[in-house]
């Protein structure tokens, strides 16, 4: 074995010293730092492996230096004898192996610290971040996910309501008219509101008839729209009330044309809020595909019903903070109007963490 020492003023220039006068199959043996004041010197000692001649430029090695074509037909080797079974290694064979290896690594380690990431690095850094997080919400294991307690320190994962008019959007099933009929009767009845209701659901069996019995019970007018495009002048004759809830028909993500529609009606409707409506049994990756099938026309807020079903509740602080878009209401059951509350950082935390059961029971 041939070893041989290089020294530079830059880890960078002995390494290159070693490439160039051992080549790229050099072994690196040991890196040291010497000097001091204004002025540091690093040094390589590195070897290269001996052929079956003993010194460092072996026939093996040139001959994976030369095009095997320059040599013409190789001849075949006569077949070997069958090898003895390895011994088993001892510590200092192991120690022997690694040691290498130990240096190659402290090398690395001075070379880092000699990078100055530029903006190229910065965004292939920002990428592979939102591709872990990409791949977490997918369905691979969460083992990178961000605490919840340090998302809810650092994001806005919960707004109040502040617009007169609120409509409720979402995916079929997930509890729109419960809700609304809710919120409705607590701030007609509770907080002696002036109230209306508008519905869009005359599609499902039974939708308008659902809302209208609600309305009844409450004491508040119902509008029936059966001309979406109608909505923005439906809505503009209530004047003389505080507080207008749309309830919008349930579609599947996947139906573009109904969304397109739903979209238009609601983009000529004043002082709107729009809240896409979510059960808080859906996966993250459930959650982000209704988002983006409802987001071109506008979500202004996230809003989680039946928390009470709900085997895992991590996404009333992962999504929220994940899509940058805040809870305002939480339904906790099927009684109206008792099973909704509004959101607060700390109950979204406590729910989130230990499950709805147990967090109602600490509370």
């Given at each position: ?34 000097g ?15 052929g ?22 190789r001849?075949?080797?006569?077949k ?12 200092e064979?192991?120690?022997?192996i ?8 402290r ?9 100055r ?29 961000e ?5 809810a ?13 609120v409509?409720?959007v ?22 002696r ?17 659902q809302?209208r ?11 029936v ?15 003389k ?7 919008s ?16 009606a ?19 990756a459930?959650?982000?595909r209704?988002?983006?099938r ?6 202004d ?15 009333l ?47």
């Amino acid at each position: 074995m041939m070893v041989r020492k290089f020294q530079g003023s830059s880890m960078r220039e002995a390494l290159a010293q070693v490439k160039r006068e051992l080549g790229p199959d050099a072994l690196i043996l040991a890196t040291r730092e010497f000097g001091g004041g204004m002025r540091t010197e690093f040094e390589v000692t590195a070897s290269l492996t001996a052929g079956p001649d003993g010194d460092g430029d072996s026939e093996a090695a040139h001959d994976r230096r030369t095009p095997a074509a320059a040599y013409g037909p190789r001849a075949r080797r006569p077949k070997e004898p069958p090898r003895p079974a390895a011994a088993a290694m001892t510590d200092e064979d192991v120690e022997r192996i690694m040691a290498p290896l130990r240096s190659e690594l402290r090398v690395i380690r001075t070379l880092l610290k000699d990078v100055r990431p530029d903006q190229g690095i910065k965004r292939e850094l920002v990428a592979m971040r939102q591709a872990l997080r990409d791949a977490a919400v997918s369905g691979n294991p969460a083992a990178l996910e961000e605490p919840l307690g340090e998302i809810a320190t650092r994001a806005n994962i919960v707004a109040p309501s502040v617009r007169r008019v609120v409509a409720l959007v979402g995916p079929t099933g997930v509890g729109k008219t419960t809700t609304i009929a809710k919120q409705a009767a607590r701030e007609a009845l509770v907080e002696r509101r002036k109230v209306a209701l508008v519905t869009l659901d005359t599609f499902r069996v039974g939708g308008e008839d659902q809302i209208r019995a609600y309305a009844d019970l409450i004491g508040v007018p119902l509008s029936v729209v059966h001309d979406p495009d109608r909505l923005p002048e439906t809505v503009a004759q209530l004047t003389k009330f505080d507080r207008i809830f749309i309830d919008s028909a349930g579609r599947s993500p996947f139906d573009r044309a109904a969304l397109g529609q739903l979209r238009r009606a609601l983009a000529g409707v004043a002082d709107l809020e729009v809240h896409l409506t979510l059960s808080s049994g859906s996966t993250a990756a459930q959650i982000d595909r209704a988002f983006e099938r409802y987001r071109p026309g506008r979500v202004d807020r996230l809003l989680f019903t039946k928390l009470d079903e709900a085997d895992s509740l991590e996404e009333l602080v992962r999504a929220p903070a994940r899509l940058g878009t805040p809870v305002t209401w939480v339904t906790t059951g099927q009684r109206v109007p008792e099973d909704i509350e509004e959101a607060n950082v700390v109950g979204l935390l406590r729910i989130a963490q230990g499950g709805f059961g147990r967090a109602e029971a600490a509370a």
